[in-house]
C-alpha cells in the first residue's frame, strides 16, 4: 500500500460517514410529502369532464333542409367559405399580389370565412 492511501485510512479510521439527505421533502411531514393534497381526485376530473360533455348537447344544432335532406349549418358554412376562399384567390391573381406561402394563405382563408359565417349567422 502507499503512503498516501495510508495517511487516508489513518485519518478517516475513527469517522462515521454520514449518508446526504436525499431531498428537502423527506424531512417534511408525511401529509405535505405525499404531495397528493394538491391534486384533485381522479373521480372529480372524472365527473367535470363528462358533464361538460352532457351539457354540450343541450342544444339542438342548427340544420339546413335541402331538397328534403337535412344538413348541418356548419357543413354549409364550410361549402361557403371554400367558395369565398376562391373568389379571394381569383381576385388575388387578378390583382396580380405575390404570396410567400400560398399552400397555407388559402386553407386560412377558407377556414376565417367558415368562422366568420358561422360566427355571423348562428352565434
Known sequence: ?????????????????????RTVLSELPR???S?????PNFSVLSVISCSTGLLAGCSRA????????????????????ILLASIAHWLLSRLKVALVLPILVYPSLAALFTFLLWLTFFS
Not at 489513518?10 to 449518508?19: E, L, T, Y
Not at 357543413?75 to 367559405?81: A, E, F, N, S, V
Request: contains cysteine.
Open 1 to 21: 500500500m502507499t503512503r498516501s492511501k495510508q495517511r487516508k485510512q489513518s485519518r478517516f479510521k475513527g469517522r462515521r460517514r454520514v449518508a446526504p439527505s
Open 35 to 39: 404531495s397528493s393534497w394538491l391534486q
Open 62 to 81: 342548427p340544420s339546413f333542409d335541402i331538397v328534403g335532406s337535412f344538413f348541418p349549418a356548419w357543413l354549409i358554412c364550410l361549402i361557403l367559405g
Open 31 to 33: 401529509f405535505i410529502n
